[in-house]
DNA sequence: CCAATTCTGTAACGATCCCTAAAATATCGT
DNA sequence: ACGATATTTTAGGGATCGTTACAGAATTGG
């Protein structure tokens, strides 16, 4: 153990506890006396551990990826396009509708609009999803070359599409749908695969 | 001209800056400071021509449900449900696409997620969203019963899935995507329409 | 010209924002 | 036990938040 005060505090555990209200509340809508209160933290060990509020974020962005997010790279791994596209839908679904998660994906929820102050934090966001969209297009095209998927199929415009529908469904989990109705628009998008 | 000072702006004008910058950084990143300087008014000409920053909002949502958005129940009066489709995702682009119009639609940017003050605002915007959604479900029904979709046809299903879509394309505006971006994903989403 | 009315401009209110200085506390190695 | 180190607690600073009081300015009808 090195020298001087031990934590009185999990780090991972407080940061589970930010990325929380940043999922619900969005980087603007958390303040950082709801940040400390939640984290059961005052206010300097935060600053300690985690740095400014943009520099939480940013760790909790990274958590985020690692731990429920990680649905994406994992069904992309999967043998075929067709099961990758399920298995991310469902892996999307079923993050969404884990009880304890706010509704949505973080990446959209986080900063989609904000103010001069968080323009960092939602260009961060912007490219992360990007990342993500690029991920899918790269399968797909793996997938084409594979033979897995015809020769005429656009994995551009198809992981584009895909994507789209993943976002758009964070924006109905946002307004309340519930995990039949994203099951059943994740059905739909399966649909838009080439045979 | 009733008696007393006659105003120094054009409520209109001054509505249409304010409809620019919720749109733009949402409600939360919306400052009064910022709103008064974009108005051209000061603050107490906001509060005593539009009330509190809820109130305000409240009036830009209505006009921009008139004025930018009118696209919508516009295109739910085309005699076809393709062709209504069709006009409907193409008046999201094109007003996506308009120079001076921000990236995204206002009923999705303007608070996807956002702190306690701004939760009415937040459940109003899905609110609004959702009579969209049940708008062009009941055009889709409409053309179930007209014979011009098949029976087999499901409205609910089917307006839920294309919404998804648009509010989907919100935020690949908000990330930078391009008009002929935004077309692809259109033309793609018109193909999810039964024949 | 005057009273009544309504807007404008200046100023400031309390609350909350993010962030930090300083002192007290708890562990380390010696 | 003691100095060194790192964390905790307490307290508050400067800025901005949304909102409002108040006095001056511009119009109305009489």
Redesign the pocket.
């Known amino acids: 153990?090195?020298?001087?005060?031990?934590?009185?505090?999990d780090p991972d555990v407080a940061l589970d506890a930010a990325m929380l209200l940043f999922w619900r509340h969005g980087y603007?809508g958390?303040?950082?006396?709801?940040?400390t209160a939640a984290m059961n933290?005052?206010?300097?060990?935060?600053?300690?551990?985690f740095g400014?509020?943009?520099q939480?974020f940013q760790k909790v962005l990274e958590r985020y990826l690692q731990n429920p997010a990680s649905y994406l790279p994992n069904a992309l791994k999967e043998p075929t396009a067709r099961k990758a596209v399920q298995k991310l839908f469902d892996g999307a679904v079923h993050m969404v509708a884990h009880a304890r998660h706010p509704d949505g994906c973080l990446l959209v929820q986080g900063a989609l609009a904000a103010?001069p102050?968080a323009a960092a934090v939602r260009q961060q966001l912007a490219d992360t999803r990007r990342r993500a969209q690029l991920a899918l297009q790269r399968r797909l095209e793996r997938a084409v070359t594979e033979r897995d998927l015809p020769p005429h199929a656009h994995p551009q415009k198809l992981a584009r599409f895909l994507i789209t529908i993943l976002w758009g469904m964070s924006v109905q989990a946002a307004g309340g749908a519930s995990r039949r109705e994203l099951d059943e628009i994740a059905a739909m998008a399966l649909e838009s695969l080439p045979n």
């Open positions: 153990m090195p020298p001087g005060r031990p934590r009185a505090f603007e958390t303040s950082l006396a709801a940040l933290i005052n206010t300097p060990s935060l600053y300690a551990a400014t509020k943009d939480l103010g102050a």
